[in-house]
């Protein structure tokens, strides 16, 4: 319904998360002989960054996968991420700027939840170094704290934040100037859903899978979507298409995106 508010996800998801998240690992380690199909790329380089309280361990995994389908793959080497602190946001720009510098092309940002909320702020302040955008059960589209399971964690480390924002982010109001996945799953138990949903554009688009938040870094589907992202040519994209195997694995996204309306803030945000 039109103006309604959208709450965070249900307890029992939010309960099950740890358990599904290995669950979600077990169907990895199943599906590891499908990794030969994957889509090799052309060597360009991919950063990827960690969610809330994770650090580079959380994204081995997914990194391990691409850098044996030829990618260039760096963590971003920043420790665990607490939010916006004054070293995260300066060692964010620092490492986009070593990369840039060392291989002289575009980096692809890949961010696993809070990591692709900063992701998507790095390709509005320097698109000509970002090559496309991938995020992984990320709330850019959060309207309310109430939204997120993570808002207490998160402002638990507020004091150390030296970027402080308004709800609904005001930069989402413009599509990104790059090209933009965003890969969500309706059984995330951390953040609802709907607030990790771009709106339509040219080059963005939604991909659902069935996995939790704490396990989509290393969720089958999740990485069959990525790899296929990452193999577009450079300057070339058309929205995902799940190899016909692979459909049952991809939920059709049978809800319509429509942006949040502005009395849904929180004011207290």
């Not at 602190?85 to 291989?103: I, P």
């Not at 138990?189 to 704490?214: F, Y």
């Not at 058309?238 to 049952?248: E, I, N, T």
Request: proline share 10%; glycine share 8%.
């Amino acid at each position: 319904m039109a103006g309604r508010q959208v709450e965070g996800p249900a307890l029992p998801l939010y309960l099950s998360e740890p358990g599904r998240a290995a669950a979600d690992y077990g169907l990895y380690l199943a599906t590891r002989p499908l990794l030969d199909r994957l889509p090799h790329g052309d060597g360009h380089p991919v950063l990827v960054l960690p969610g809330l309280l994770a650090d580079d361990v959380s994204t081995r995994i997914l990194r391990r996968v691409l850098r044996r389908l030829d990618y260039r793959v760096h963590g971003w080497r920043l420790g665990r991420n607490i939010g916006p602190t004054a070293a995260c946001v300066a060692g964010l720009r620092d490492r986009m700027e070593e990369l840039s510098d060392r291989y002289g092309r575009p980096v692809t940002l890949v961010g696993w939840s809070l990591g692709g909320i900063f992701a998507r702020d790095i390709a509005r302040r320097s698109p000509e170094s970002v090559r496309q955008v991938i995020t992984l059960g990320s709330p850019f589209r959060l309207a309310h704290n109430g939204q997120s399971r993570a808002t207490k964690v998160f402002d638990r480390y507020s004091h150390l934040h030296v970027e402080h924002r308004t709800l609904p982010l005001e930069s989402e109001a413009t599509p990104l100037p790059v090209p933009a996945t965003s890969i969500y799953s309706h059984f995330d138990g951390i953040v609802h859903w709907r607030t990790c949903l771009d709106l339509p554009g040219e080059r963005c688009e939604n991909i659902a899978v069935m996995a939790s938040h704490l396990g989509l870094g290393h969720h089958p589907a999740a990485i069959w979507a990525i790899a296929d992202r990452l193999a577009q040519p450079e300057g070339t994209w058309k929205p995902f298409k799940a190899p016909l195997f692979l459909r049952p694995a991809f939920p059709h996204p049978d809800q319509p995106v429509v942006p949040v309306p502005a009395q849904a803030a929180d004011p207290a945000a």
